[in-house]
């Protein structure tokens, strides 16, 4: 019994060990000394995937409307402790990628799929305040956004309006911890 005991305490402190690691990782290897973010990579084979979103695009010129796909990741330990805590932990990251959809009739009748990719959100929960006074990091959050194919992160610039744009799509989730985690039960739990 007390072998059984040992070795369950060791993989309690391993496990407490990988989760500060990859804390520990998000701001060694995701976030330079300044607070710009770095997208993460391989993050679709190593990561959690949480959910999609079907999202209407704004109507084109001609007043043609379309979807986007939108589709979430986040690193496992920031799952587990959501599952546990109901909330993400310090270091977590979410990570939306926004792709355009293409609809046509298939063998098992008309489906829609993503196609190209139009952007790239992240999110880096940041409960020690790291960077005040940067206007990425805001409420808990530093936040970025890629273009395809370009590793550096645009948040700043994009628009001209910096981390407003960010907001926007999150005010009605604030009190949610500015996530809308909705789309996220089954993998969440909550």
């Not at 999202?55 to 979430?72: F, L, N, R, W």
């Amino acid at each position: 019994m007390r072998k059984f005991t040992i070795v369950v305490l060791s993989l309690l402190i391993s496990a407490n060990v990988v989760s500060q690691t990859d804390v520990k990782d998000t701001y060694n290897v995701l976030v330079d000394n300044t607070g710009n973010i770095s997208l993460p990579k391989e993050y679709r084979q190593n990561w959690t995937f949480l959910g999609s979103y079907f999202v209407q695009s704004a109507p084109t010129p001609t007043g043609e409307t379309s979807h986007d796909m939108h589709t979430v990741y986040t690193q496992p330990y920031a799952v587990t402790h959501y599952r546990k805590h109901g909330n993400f932990p310090d270091g977590a990251v979410l990570i939306k990628e926004v792709n355009a959809t293409k609809t046509e009739p298939l063998t098992t009748g008309l489906a829609s799929y993503q196609d190209a990719p139009k952007v790239i959100f992240a999110m880096v929960k940041d409960t020690k305040s790291r960077f005040a006074g940067n206007a990425a990091w805001d409420e808990g959050w530093g936040w970025a956004l890629f273009n395809p194919g370009d590793p550096k992160s645009q948040t700043t610039t994009w628009k001209g309006e910096g981390l407003n744009n960010c907001f926007g799509c999150h005010i009605p989730v604030k009190a949610n911890d500015w996530v809308s985690t909705q789309g996220y039960k089954s993998v969440l739990g909550k």
